[in-house]
């Protein structure tokens, strides 16, 4: 599938951050002249000084100058958080510094894709290709250069085969690691300390992680991959490609939404179900295959509720639109931060498509003006006090706000959020352009910038900005965090609100006729979507995480590389009906599908209603919760509805009406 604009694809106004770090210290020459990615897997490697760690399937990769450590990390668990430690069993390094390259003393990102990245040690002679999910790290030796293998634990045994190109080292921690050379090496050991004479070729290095696995990393040791690409080549479709070298068949390590989308192609792969490692995102387990394809079941977007509206509900929800039609006022907005007025237009938009639904069309064109008023400043860059301007630094919009402040627009300007704030942005031009097809005509390339920015599929394409911003389509799921060095890596809170970037945007391709966009928008809504449904919505009696977190929690705080936390960014872990609203704002008929299972709902607000009695509780959160009991509980879920006084600022009386009363009689 492809998104390309025909027309020369719409620029915003350049401008010059005062705030964003200079790209050109970590990637290589040949990269930085294009749009560079500013939410990805291994971000902490191009930031402040390169040395931040990061998760790559199974390990935790953490470069220095000279030098990169891996860890196999345990996990340290209780009632509120989970985290990976990192210990570096391993480091490696050169032992001597190639002296023409010694004024490089620091890694190189020389090539990155979707699921893996190369780091290039050029005072070392050393390339490492980290490949997402490979039980393998792999490094290549450009020229005869002599090794060292660090360890903080204690080697307490160490062998090798008679043709010294295989190498079992046990620690005192338990671990046993393996090592593959590609050619013969002469490896001396001490303490903690592995050296080698002056070697050249590829080094692989894998944790044995069950003593009965150790014939399964010999047969496929050979194969190595240094590099792989995620295609989404038709819809509700993923397919992994990698770039191999050597001999045999290639082995890689799937996550349990892998497996879950691999069980429903036809993909040439086998399974290996015995063979394991850890992770905090679940048990990895071994995949033998060239490439993998992963469909998922089809998610139908569209612009109103599913199962349609009871007629006898129309009266009152009539009623609520005339007033909160009456109320909307352009002047009145109150705010210039990108995401609260993207929420409030794209509230305004939520009205006009319930009031299609309702047959009340006398107030559409009141929304029509307030949308074509609120939005039109943001597309032609006259609004007062903020608008978007184009960074060439990294290839992307940032706001007049977050040029010069890494916390404005939450920190939009240095790539915080992109999906979520202009998710918003999209949802309220793509209804406009529903209900008034010549104002989208006229303000189309401007529209599918904003799209673009964060859902471009190919720098080819559109050379202006990155490949899939936020998406990770190895993770399967979205990424908020942008351009600020984390110890435990990237990070997203709201599930929804990446959902509903996704969704609108095919919302927009159906406005203006784009197969394409609708395809792209909708493949990765569902895929956001069986994301969220299986690392953030904490089911009852699960065995993802841990006893005492799952006991616990039935939805996410913030969800990291490396950490699960019950905490949000803007409230505690106590506040559980603020974890609930933020994982389903905004609510809209994709919400349904998000919160799909019954079962699951139900435990989800039983779980949060108790804290609704706490004191300082906002109407606002409240009618979230409502909504998701109006699911198995329609009239107890009104009754307390009708009773609310206030809503969140992308929320209405409209839509928790529209909500309750379009979930069909037997509230299945």
């Known amino acids: 599938m492809s998104n390309n604009i025909k027309n020369t694809p719409f620029i915003f106004p350049e401008t010059q951050s005062t ?3 200079d790209p050109s210290r970590f990637f290589s020459p040949n990269l930085v002249s294009s749009p560079l990615p500013t939410n990805s897997f291994f ?28 860890s196999y990390p345990s996990r ?9 430690v990192f210990n570096p069993d391993l480091t490696i390094s050169a032992s001597e510094q190639n002296p023409r390259q010694s004024s490089k003393r620091k890694h190189i990102i020389s090539s990155h894709s979707d699921l893996s990245v190369t780091l290039d040690f050029p005072s070392s002679n050393l390339s490492f290709f980290l490949v997402r999910g490979s039980p393998f790290l792999t490094v290549s030796v450009s020229q005869p250069t ?5 360890t903080i634990h204690a080697i307490i045994s160490f062998s090798s085969n008679d043709s010294l190109t295989k190498f079992t080292f046990q620690f005192n921690n338990g671990q046993t690691w393996l090592l593959y050379a590609s050619s013969p090496i002469n490896l001396t050991n001490s303490v903690s300390q592995i050296n080698s004479e002056a070697f050249s070729g590829i080094i692989r290095i894998a944790l044995l992680p069950d003593s009965g696995q150790e014939a399964v990393l010999d047969s496929y040791s050979s194969c190595y991959p240094v590099s792989g690409d995620a295609v989404l080549r038709e819809p509700f479709s993923v397919e992994y490609k990698w770039q191999k070298e050597g001999s045999g068949d290639l082995l890689l390590l799937a996550h349990p939404l892998h497996l879950q989308l691999l069980s429903n192609s036809d993909s040439d792969v086998t399974v290996l179900d015995d063979f394991k490692y850890t992770s905090i995102d679940g048990d990895l387990v071994g995949v033998v295959g060239n490439s993998w394809v992963l469909k998922t079941d089809p998610v139908f977007v569209t612009w109103y509720s599913t199962r349609g509206l009871r007629e006898e ?10 007033r909160d039609v009456e109320a909307l006022n352009p002047a009145a907005l109150g705010t210039n931060s990108s995401y609260f007025y993207g929420k409030l237009i794209a509230r305004a938009a939520r009205l006009a498509l319930i009031a299609e639904e309702v047959f009340f069309i006398d107030v559409i064109p009141k929304i029509r003006k307030f949308l074509k008023e609120t939005i039109e400043p943001w597309l032609e860059g006259t609004f007062n006090g903020n608008g978007f301007l184009y960074d060439r630094k990294w290839g992307g919009i940032i706001t007049k706000q977050g040029s010069t402040s890494t916390s404005d627009d939450f920190g939009f300007g240095i790539y915080n959020d992109h999906h979520y704030h202009l998710g918003y942005f999209l949802y309220a031009i793509a209804v406009l352009v529903k209900i008034d097809p010549a104002w989208g005509r006229k303000y189309k390339p401007q529209a599918y910038s904003l799209m673009e920015d964060f859902m471009n599929l190919s720098i080819r394409s559109n050379s202006n900005y990155t490949r899939l911003r936020c998406f990770d389509l ?5 990424w908020a965090g942008g351009l600020t060095e984390f110890t435990d890596g990237r990070n997203q809170e709201s599930t929804s609100e990446a959902v509903n970037a996704y969704y609108s945007a095919a919302l927009m391709g159906l406005a203006y006729g784009d197969a394409q966009l609708v395809a792209i928008g909708s493949t990765l809504t569902a895929l956001e979507i069986l994301g969220a449904q299986m690392w953030w919505h904490v089911k009852k009696g699960g065995n993802l995480y841990e006893e005492d977190f799952t006991r616990e929690n039935r939805v996410m705080g913030v969800l990291w590389s490396n950490k699960r936390d019950s905490g949000l960014w803007f409230a505690s872990a106590e506040s559980r009906e603020s974890r609930l609203g933020i ?16 079962d699951y709902v139900k435990d989800l607000v039983e779980w949060t209603l108790p804290a609704l009695n706490r004191g300082g509780v906002g109407d606002k959160w409240k009618g979230f919760a409502y909504a998701l009991q109006g699911v198995y509980d329609n009239e107890g879920a009104l009754q307390k509805i009708r009773r609310l006084n206030g809503f969140d600022d992308g929320n209405s009386l409209s839509n928790l009406l529209w909500w309750i009363h379009s979930r069909g009689e037997g509230n299945e």
């Open 43 to 70: 971000q902490n490697f191009v930031l402040n000084n390169g040395d931040q760690q990061e998760y790559i399937h199974p390990y935790i990769i953490k470069p220095s100058n000279s030098s990169l450590s891996l």
């Open 474 to 478: 190895y993770k399967l799921h979205s």
């Open 313 to 322: 509900s129309h009266d009152e929800i009539i009623s609520a639109l005339s």
């Open 76 to 84: 340290s668990a209780n009632s509120a958080v989970i985290y990976q």
């Open 19 to 21: 705030v964003l770090p």
């Open 146 to 150: 002599p090794l060292s293998i660090s």
């Open 583 to 598: 994982n389903l704002l905004p609510l809209l008929p994709i919400s349904e599908v998000l919160f799909s299972n019954v």
